[in-house]
């Protein structure tokens, strides 16, 4: 999806608040057991030329240093939904979606959708709950209320799982493993920002082929007859530079 200071799919984006890469990091640790690739540079372009800023991978989760706000959260939910649950679990909270919201999405749609919820609910909502007490009283009505939120009871208790710690170094076992395959290949789905709608660039690889070419033409042009290159005008923060310095740097 793409993700701007706008309102999609009924949920605020702004992102222009950036991810705390530490604490990112260490909830994916303690929550999930897994260290996630930290990279300094946006982790691939899209057919539709967006930034991909998070992806899960089978062994692991990559984010970009200048996600914004809560992306791990997005990712965290792809893990679990992928990789952890069982295939029995995963069709109720697919099906009772497209139930509940009358729509005939596909699944990786509605996971999408799904990630982006679990995000709000995270970065808004999560700290109203209690989910270590020891307190049955509390932690039931608390269950009762986040059932309440989510409209299902399966998706409740995903959320409450997830807080809990219940999926903290557990293995995707083979039958998920082959499914994630066969939809996402070895990527696996996308946190996207800064999305551009090209009119006649339509594939990954003509896009790649594209910066290439330009990549060689800017300096083949800029280093001839002792010509010097100016960068003063180059924003470091700038999305459009991103692929040139992944090329450069490969």
Known sequence: MTVEDSVKDGIWYNATE????????QWIEKTLGITPEITNYVIDVTEAGQSVVGRVTVDSIKLYNDAPKGVEFHEAWHRVSQLCIDEKHRRKIYDRYKKKSKSNLSDAAIDEILAEQFREFMLNDAAKYDFDTKNWFRRILDFIKLWARTG???????YADINRGKYYGVKPNDANVERFKSIYSDEGPNFEVNGYQFKTITKTKQFDDIVKSLTY???QCSFVEGKSIDYTDINPKDYSFERLKLIVEA
């Open 18 to 25: 950036k991810m705390d890469v530490d604490q990112a990091k």
């Open 217 to 219: 033409a800017f300096f």
């Open 152 to 158: 299902q009871y399966t998706l409740a208790k995903v």
